[in-house]
C-alpha cells in the first residue's frame, strides 16, 4: 500500500492488503533521474561498494532516532540533580569585560538512552527501488519496528510503500495490486464524489436526501479509509473497515443495494456486479429501503 502521510499512528490499518506472518519490504519506487540527488543529499554511502545508504541525522527526528538514538526521560524515578552549561559576562568598575562558563544545577527525571534503530536503504530492482535493508514481518510484536521504518521513510519522502519479493522473478513489486478502486485524497470526505449526483437535476431531492443520510450513517462508524469507485464501480464508494476485516460498498445512486465483504474484497471486486451475485460472493447484500438502518447498524455493531 502506498502511505501519503507526515506519519502514521496505527500500523495495521496501512498492512490490510500484507496476509498476517507474510514478510514485505519497506521504501520506495524511485525515479532514475532523481536516484543521484537524493542518495547525495539525504544519505550517506555505509559500504565500499556504495550500494547501502544510511540516512543523514538532520533530515529529522526519526533520522535522528535511527543514527544515534535518544535520551527519554523516566518519570517512574524521582528527580536528580543535574548540571547545564550557562556563559556569562560581566563588565566590572573599571569597565574591563570577564566572561566564562558555569555548571548550573537544575532537576530533571533519570534519563533512559534509547538505541538507533540502525536502518540502512538500499537500491534493488536495478536502482528502481529504495528500500529498507530489512525484511519486516507482519505480526503484532513487530508492529512498533515497523511504524518507525514507515515513519522515517516518510519523514524521508514524503511517502511510503509496501512492497513483496517475487519468487519466480527474485524482483520486488507493490503489495497492492491494481483494481478498480482509487484510495480518496487524505481530507477530502466522500462529498466530494457525491456532488456529481447532489448537483444533478436526473436526481430527485427526496433521493439525494437519503444517499446523504446513508453516507453520513456509514461514516458513523469511523472507516479506516474511504475509496472512491473507479472504471465499472464508478457509482460505488467504498468504507475499509480493515481492523474487522470488513467493506462496505455502498452506491452513490439511491435504488441499488449495500455489499458487504470480507478481506477479499479487492480480488471480488474486479469481477462484474453479475459475478458477485450470481455466486454469492458477498457476505451480506443489504437493499436501500426502510429497513437499511437498522441492518447495516445490528451488522457493524455486532462485528
Known sequence: MEI??????NVEKYLSDISDNQKFFIGIKIELNKIQK???????KT???GLMFIPK???????QRNTVGEFLSDKSKPKETAYRAQSWSLKDWGGNIHSGTSE??????PKIFIDPFG????????KQYLVINKQFNKKKSEYDKIKSAINLTLELFNKAETFILDVDTDMLKPVRQSVPWEILPQGV????????????????????ILIEERFKYLEEFKPDIEYQGTAGYSGYIAFAFSSKNIYVLDSILYGNATYIFGGNWEEISQLTKKQIIDDNLYKYRIIHDKKWKTEIGNILNSI
Not at 537524493?38 to 550517506?44: D, Q, T
Not at 541525522?57 to 533520522?63: F, L, T, V
Not at 536502518?119 to 536495478?126: A, G, H, K, R, T
Open 4 to 9: 501519503l502521510k507526515k506519519r502514521i499512528n
Open 38 to 44: 537524493i542518495l547525495s543529499e539525504k544519505f550517506n
Open 47 to 49: 559500504d565500499e561498494n
Open 57 to 63: 541525522p538532520y533530515n529529522g527526528i526519526m533520522a
Open 104 to 109: 548550573v544545577p537544575y532537576k530533571r527525571y
Open 119 to 126: 536502518l540502512n536503504f538500499i537500491l534493488l530492482n536495478d
Open 189 to 208: 470526505r466522500i462529498w466530494n464524489a457525491f456532488k456529481d449526483v447532489a448537483n444533478s437535476n436526473q436526481v430527485s431531492k427526496s433521493a439525494k
